[in-house]
């Protein structure tokens, strides 16, 4: 599975760039996620068309609503196919906040939060009221990712700070009292791949994607079913593996 996480596609030419990206993936039959990111929306494809670039292809997994991506959540079955082992969550941050006197990031709303949970309290029930050990994917970070290397655990790099929304709408709170969600992912700060934690959830970015580092990459996510957590590496172009 791969997680595109957003400010990938931008600017103009952003059809051709859309196919450039994904028709490799429908060639190797490799399932994608595409979370769009604020510069995606600065582009020149209203949503809607950009909605409809991605699903179009045979190997998304995003679903449409109101002419948008929907959050998702992708169920991953044991090996015997009988159950459900892991879920990833694949989340709209949104772009911009829409409060008058916050002129910063969006955040997720308090309508995906009650979706989120009630996805996660029916897994729950359908594991023998066990949490499903789950992993979420948005663009922008929460706020608490400005927190996460307080504690004095942060590997990688953080080069231009977190630029997360100003208002917290509780998305860590409702991840914690749910009890599944073992690793947050994003994107969006163009210089930072680090990984901290903060309380059970661990707060990851993927890989640098601006100038500030020469070598790009991709952050590999390993699941073991079986397993509480993950293993997490970054691979540059090069082959090279770091962060392990």
């Given at each position: 599975?791969?997680?595109?996480?957003?400010?990938?596609?931008?600017?103009?030419?952003?059809?051709?760039?859309?196919?450039?990206?994904?028709?490799?993936?429908?060639?190797?039959?490799?399932?994608?996620?595409?979370?769009?990111?604020?510069?995606?929306?600065?582009?020149?494809?209203?949503?809607?068309?950009?909605?409809?670039?991605?699903?179009?292809?045979?190997?998304?997994?995003?679903?449409?609503?109101?002419?948008?991506?929907?959050?998702?959540?992708?169920?991953?079955?044991?090996?015997?196919g009988k159950r459900i082992s892991a879920v990833v969550y694949g989340m709209d941050s949104?772009?911009?906040?829409?409060?008058?006197?916050?002129?910063?990031?969006?955040?997720?709303?308090?309508?995906?939060?009650?979706?989120?949970?009630?996805?996660?309290?029916?897994?729950?029930?359908?594991n023998g009221n066990l949490p499903v050990p789950s992993y979420t994917f948005l663009h922008?970070?929460?706020?608490?990712?400005?927190?996460a290397d307080k504690d004095g655990y942060l590997i990688g790099l953080n080069n231009e700070?977190?630029?997360?929304?100003?208002?917290?709408?509780?998305?860590?709170?409702?991840?914690?009292?749910?009890?599944?969600?073992?690793?947050?992912?994003?994107?969006?700060?163009?210089?930072?791949?680090?990984?901290?934690?903060?309380?059970?959830?661990?707060?990851?970015?993927?890989?640098?994607?601006?100038?500030?580092?020469?070598?790009?990459?991709?952050?590999?996510?390993?699941?073991?079913?079986?397993?509480?957590?993950?293993?997490?590496?970054?691979?540059?172009?090069?082959?090279?593996?770091?962060?392990?």
């Open positions: 599975l791969v997680v595109l996480s957003g400010d990938i596609v931008t600017g103009n030419g952003m059809k051709q760039c859309f196919e450039h990206l994904l028709t490799p993936l429908d060639e190797k039959k490799v399932p994608f996620l595409y979370l769009m990111g604020n510069h995606e929306r600065e582009g020149e494809l209203p949503c809607w068309e950009m909605a409809k670039a991605v699903t179009s292809h045979p190997a998304s997994l995003n679903t449409l609503h109101n002419g948008n991506l929907d959050d998702v959540a992708v169920r991953i079955l044991s090996a015997d949104n772009d911009y906040s829409t409060v008058p006197d916050h002129w910063d990031y969006g955040w997720i709303t308090h309508t995906q939060i009650d979706w989120y949970r009630n996805k996660s309290q029916a897994f729950t029930r359908g922008i970070p929460l706020t608490e990712y400005a927190e700070g977190v630029f997360s929304p100003e208002l917290n709408s509780g998305m860590l709170a409702a991840m914690e009292e749910c009890a599944d969600v073992h690793g947050v992912f994003c994107g969006h700060d163009h210089s930072n791949d680090f990984v901290s934690k903060l309380g059970a959830v661990a707060h990851v970015y993927g890989r640098c994607s601006g100038d500030g580092h020469p070598n790009r990459g991709a952050r590999i996510i390993e699941l073991t079913e079986g397993d509480y957590g993950f293993r997490t590496w970054i691979r540059e172009h090069s082959g090279a593996m770091v962060q392990d």
